[in-house]
């Protein structure tokens, strides 16, 4: 849940329509103000115990962008994202576009491992914020901040962020042991950053039962190191959500 | 209905009498919408139609093989609450978290003075990546709130949901989204055995009023389901059953 704790309290739900009396209200302000720009500050903590992110995708829009939707197909540059933690292909997109002001590739400089923040400044125009990179070790896991509105006001903004499947990859929870990853139905898990995990499982799910973009189970793991089903160690590997917390401080 | 009718070989160990649930309940649901849609009528006269507010509500499944039975949706008022954690349920809704059956916790809803409407979905379960929209035409007021609920049918008694959600505010053309997270009515063991779970993966018995009621019988926020694979050699469950935290998400738009 992309939760914003200040809306959140005050609304009793959270909006995403353009129509939305806030944003109605911003956009309308902008277009009077001549878009004045806005400094994001924005901070991703690994919230988890064992699990490192891939490069961060950390980027502004408009509110009708949007990256994924949960509950729909993952477009193909979201399922190498989830599955190699590729964003290369994201960047071709119209949503994203090239790195820019307020699209910002890799904040962290390569992986983002558990228990610790990176950061990225943004200065933007733009009213939604979204955030992707891909968890590590799994099939096709991302953790995903989904067109977040992001209020004008000056103030810190807290957002809460769940692991989504991206349901395009058997959650097999097989580590791939050489070769470059693929975005393959059939592919395995790219790395083990903690280098903590096992070899040889003989495989946990053949299939995704739901393949549109949907709330990961988590992963099984085991605890057998050389054999078993799965690759992953049960007692490091799984997660509770959210696995990552955003700050945003916005400086108008 | 695909998920709970089909003829599959655990299915014939039931006994033979037994029903397919969801035959009863979706055309108990289409007589409830059809009550509705008469109690209503007096919305539609052209002196205050202009009051009329629909809203489409949309809940898609989350889960990775959780099935979601029909939902259960009330318009109403604040002083309707549906459930509370740390309390125990009420029959109609043990039945809907047991056996997917939305008839009692509708009827126990329409009995309360605060709600204004209610509603079932009736194309019977719906499965992983799917989605369900229901359509609900009421007075408006701006205090107008949206109880869900749904059962995850390869459990013994959770569903998802969300009570008490204020969409009064929405002007025409406006949405709403929310995650809704895994609630267990603690109305029964979580044995997770083939015979005590209606979904799929078991097509065991749904509602039994005396099983288990003693032993928790109070509303919390499920565990989730622990399974074969992870261990528990009496579950019918594998590990693609299992959920984290939340099911579905619920999207409400105001289209009048």
Redesign the interface.
Same mark, same amino acid.
């Given at each position: 849940m992309n939760r914003n704790t200040r809306s959140m309290a005050r609304n009793g739900f959270r909006k995403h329509s353009l129509a939305l009396a806030l944003a109605a209200g911003f956009t309308t302000a902008l277009a009077a103000g001549a878009a004045q720009a806005a400094t994001w500050d924005v901070t991703i903590t690994n919230l988890t115990n064992g699990n490192h992110f891939t490069p961060l995708l950390v980027t502004a829009h408009d509110s009708d962008t949007h990256l994924f939707q949960v509950g729909m197909p993952a477009s193909l540059p979201i399922e190498h994202m989830a599955e190699c933690g590729h964003l290369d292909p994201l960047f071709l997109t119209p949503e994203v576009g090239a790195a820019d002001a307020d699209t910002i590739d890799n904040p962290a400089t390569g992986l983002l491992a558990p228990g610790t923040s990176t950061s990225a400044m943004l200065v933007t125009t733009e009213t939604h914020l979204s955030i992707v990179a891909m968890v590590l070790p799994t099939n096709d896991a991302f953790l995903g901040l989904e067109s977040q509105y992001i209020p004008s006001e000056a103030g810190t903004y807290t957002y809460y962020v769940n692991a989504y499947d991206a349901g395009t990859e058997a959650n097999d929870e097989m580590l791939m042991t050489a070769g470059e990853c693929a975005y393959t139905d059939s592919g395995m898990i790219p790395g083990a950053p903690g280098m903590d995990a096992g070899m040889n499982g003989t495989g946990v799910a053949t299939a995704d039962s739901n393949t549109m973009i949907h709330v990961h189970r988590g992963v099984l793991g085991d605890q057998d190191e050389t054999g078993g089903t799965s690759d992953l160690n049960s007692t490091i590997h799984r997660w509770q959500n959210p696995v990552a917390k955003i700050t945003v401080v916005v400086t108008p | 209905m695909r998920f709970f009718t089909n003829n599959t070989p655990s299915s014939t160990h039931l006994p033979q009498k037994r029903l397919p649930s969801y035959l009863a309940i979706a055309a108990i649901s289409a007589g409830l919408l059809a009550l509705s849609a008469c109690g209503d009528s007096n919305d539609d006269d052209d002196n205050n139609s202009h009051n009329d507010a629909t809203y489409d509500i949309t809940v898609?499944?989350?889960? &990775? &093989?959780q099935p979601l039975t029909p939902l259960g949706i009330v318009v109403h008022g604040s002083a309707y609450m549906p459930w509370k954690l740390g309390e125990p349920v009420s029959t109609g809704l043990e039945m809907l978290a047991e056996a997917g059956d939305t008839t009692n916790f509708l009827n126990e809803a329409n009995a309360d003075a605060a709600v204004v409407t209610s509603a079932s979905s009736n194309n019977g379960p719906f499965?992983?990546?799917s /989605?369900e929209t229901v359509s609900i035409t009421v007075d408006h007021s701006a205090s107008l709130q949206l109880t869900v609920a749904s059962m995850l049918a390869n459990t013994n008694d959770a569903f998802t949901g969300v009570r008490n =959600?204020?969409?009064g505010?929405l002007?025409v053309?406006? /949405?709403? /989204?929310?995650?809704a997270r895994v609630y267990d009515a603690g109305t029964e063991a979580n044995s997770e055995t083939a015979v005590s779970m209606p979904g799929p993966a078991a097509m065991g018995e749904g509602f039994n009023i005396t099983r288990d009621d003693d032993l928790v019988d109070r509303l919390t926020i499920h565990s989730g389901v622990v399974t074969a #694979? #992870?261990g528990l050699m009496t579950s019918a469950l594998d590990? /693609?059953h299992? =959920?984290?935290?939340?099911?579905a998400?619920i999207v409400v738009m105001r289209t009048q």
């Open positions: - | 898609y499944n989350l889960t &990775n &093989n499965g992983p990546g /989605s =959600w204020s969409i505010g002007a053309g406006d /949405s709403a /989204s929310t995650m #694979d #992870d590990e /693609s299992r =959920w984290l935290g939340q099911a998400k």
